[in-house]
C-alpha cells in the first residue's frame, strides 16, 4: 500500500532523505545533516512543502516544491520527486508527483523547474511525460588534493599581486575591516546576477545572506579568499564543510566584471587549495553550469575532473497535463 504524509523536520525524516537521494546518486551523497542546514538557510518567509512516500509502512521516497531564496520572482517553484532505486516501478513516483502537483495550485506559478541526473534515465522519461522541457546543464566536479602539483602555477599568485591586488583570507578581513561584511555583501550584490541560472536572480536581504556565511553552517572563513585592489573586493573564492565530510566544496568564486580576464579567479582558487591541502582535506568539489565556460576551463586547467551531470528542465504552467 502506497501512502503519502507530511514530513517531519526531525532526525528521523531528515535521515529518510539522505538515504533515499544518496541511494541514487551513490557517487555524491548528502547526508541527513546537510539537509538541514540546506532547510535552515532557505528564506523561511518562502514557501517549502515537502512530503514522505512509503511503501507498506517503509519511507521509499520523497516529494517537494518550494520558492527559491535567490529567484527574484517568486512565480518560479523547483520540484523534486526521489524515490529509492529498490522500490522503483511500484507507482511512488506518481503518487508523489500527484501530491506535490496538487498542492501548488493554490501558489499558480508560472513556471515549474525540475532536476534530473543525465543517467537518471527513467526520471527524465517521467519528467518529459509530464511536460518538462531541459532548459540548462551543469555538473559537478572534484579535484584530488592527494595528486595536485602547484608547480606549473607557481607564477599565478604572483602575477595578481604584481597589479597590486592582494589576496586575503576572509578570517584576516573580518578582523582588521568592520566593515568587511557589508562590502562583500555589496560585491556579491554587483556579481551574483552575472551567475547563469535557470530563473531570474536576486540576492536576499543582508541579514538572511550573512547566515551563508556563519561557521555553524559550513563555512570557512580561513579557507575562504578575497582579492584587495585599493581597499574594494574584486573577487572571491570560499570554502564550506559539513558534518565530517573529508572534502571541502567551493561556496561561490566571483570577479568584478572590471577586473575579469587578469587571472584573479585562478590566484583565489589556488590561494584555497593550498588552504585544504594544509587543512588536511582529500579533495575540492564545486559545480559548474554549462553556459559558464570560462570558470570550467579555470577548473579543468587545476585538474578538476567532471562528475554528474545535471539537467535542468523547465515546465511551463500554462501548459496542459499529461497523466
Known amino acids: 500500500m502506497i501512502t503519502v504524509r507530511p514530513f517531519q523536520a526531525g532526525a528521523m525524516d531528515y535521515q529518510v532523505m539522505a538515504t533515499v537521494y544518496s541511494a541514487m546518486a551513490p557517487d555524491a551523497p548528502l547526508n541527513a545533516t546537510e539537509w538541514r542546514v540546506r532547510d535552515e538557510l532557505r528564506d523561511s518567509r518562502r514557501v517549502l512543502y515537502r512530503v514522505i512516500g512509503e511503501i507498506d509502512g517503509v519511507a521509499a521516497g520523497y516529494a517537494e516544491y518550494f520558492q527559491l531564496t535567490w529567484c527574484a520572482e517568486p512565480d518560479y517553484i523547483e520540484t523534486f520527486i526521489c524515490v529509492h532505486p529498490v522500490y522503483h ?48 546543464r551543469w555538473w559537478t ?69 550573512i547566515k551563508f556565511y556563519q561557521p555553524d553552517y559550513g563555512a570557512l572563513w580561513e579557507g575562504s579568499f578575497a582579492a584587495i585592489a585599493e581597499g574594494e573586493i574584486v573577487g572571491i573564492s570560499t570554502l564550506e564543510i559539513l558534518d565530517n565530510d573529508t572534502d571541502l566544496e567551493v561556496g561561490f568564486t566571483a570577479v568584478h566584471r572590471d577586473y575579469r580576464g587578469r587571472g584573479i579567479a585562478l590566484a583565489l582558487k589556488l590561494a584555497t587549495i593550498a ?49
Request: with cysteine.
Open 275 to 323: 588552504y585544504a591541502q594544509a587543512a588536511g582535506a582529500t579533495g575540492i568539489r564545486t559545480d559548474n553550469d554549462s553556459v559558464n565556460l570560462p570558470m570550467w576551463q579555470i577548473n579543468q586547467r587545476l585538474g578538476f575532473r567532471r562528475g554528474p551531470v545535471w539537467i535542468v528542465m523547465r515546465r511551463n504552467e500554462q501548459g496542459k497535463e499529461v497523466t
Open 89 to 136: 516501478g511500484y507507482g511512488l513516483g506518481t503518487a508523489l508527483w500527484q501530491h506535490v502537483h496538487q498542492a501548488w495550485q493554490a501558489l499558480q506559478p508560472r513556471h515549474v523547474l525540475l532536476r534530473v541526473r543525465e543517467d537518471w534515465h527513467t526520471g527524465r522519461t517521467f519528467a518529459e511525460h509530464r511536460q518538462f522541457r531541459e532548459a540548462r
Open 141 to 209: 566536479s572534484r579535484l584530488e588534493l592527494a595528486t595536485f602539483d602547484p608547480s606549473p602555477f607557481h607564477s599565478a599568485i604572483e602575477r595578481v599581486e604584481a597589479q597590486q591586488i592582494e589576496l586575503r583570507s576572509f578570517a584576516e578581513l573580518a578582523t582588521k575591516d568592520p566593515a568587511f561584511w557589508m562590502k562583500l555583501y555589496e560585491f556579491e550584490r554587483q556579481t551574483s546576477c552575472d551567475v547563469p541560472s535557470a530563473f531570474p536572480t536576486q540576492i536576499p536581504a543582508y541579514e538572511r545572506w
